[in-house]
């Protein structure tokens, strides 16, 4: 039962701190596109839009993974 609460108490936690990275990430990519010298443009673009939804839906988790993604094949850092 102990482990369930800390489990528990983790993700309650780290949520918020997930999501806070989403849009950071957002901007970073949509401001090298911006610039024009991002390769696979198209591709990062797809994966950014997508990122996007995931957030918005709720799916943080999955938006830092498919954001992060995007920002590796731009050349980014994350």
Known sequence: MEKIIIAAAFVVLTTPAIAGSCPGKIIMIDKALV???VPNA????KLRDQGEKLHKEGGHGASVTVLSSAMKLAGLDN
């Open 35 to 37: 610039q024009g010298n």
């Open 42 to 45: 198209e591709q990062v673009k």
